[in-house]
């Protein structure tokens, strides 16, 4: 259980970084996701998901595969201008 406190975390703070790198549209889209992420994992702990519930873990592991796929793309555009620093750097030295 740990380890989902942890994907949701991360989940969690991935639209500030997308907000950071100017992908603001992916970020404002996965608000809703992040926010009935956490409220299916509350639910869960709080309450626990009855069996015809089921849906809500569909959900739930949809919004982490597009948590991974959003901070992939911070971690790409980061490596991406790593490189463009490092080019940069070698061309004016």
Do not use: C
């Amino acid at each position: 259980m740990g380890i989902l406190v942890i994907f949701l975390f991360i989940f969690s703070f991935t639209p500030f970084l997308l907000w950071g790198d100017k992908w603001k549209k992916t970020a404002v889209l996965q608000i809703p996701f992040v926010i009935g992420a956490w409220f299916i994992f509350i639910k869960h702990m709080m309450v626990g998901i009855a069996p015809n519930e089921s849906y809500l873990w569909i959900i739930f592991i949809a919004n982490l595969v597009y948590g991974h796929i959003a901070f992939t793309i911070i971690l790409l555009e980061l490596r991406k201008s790593m490189k463009f620093r490092q080019s940069y750097f070698n061309r004016t030295v």
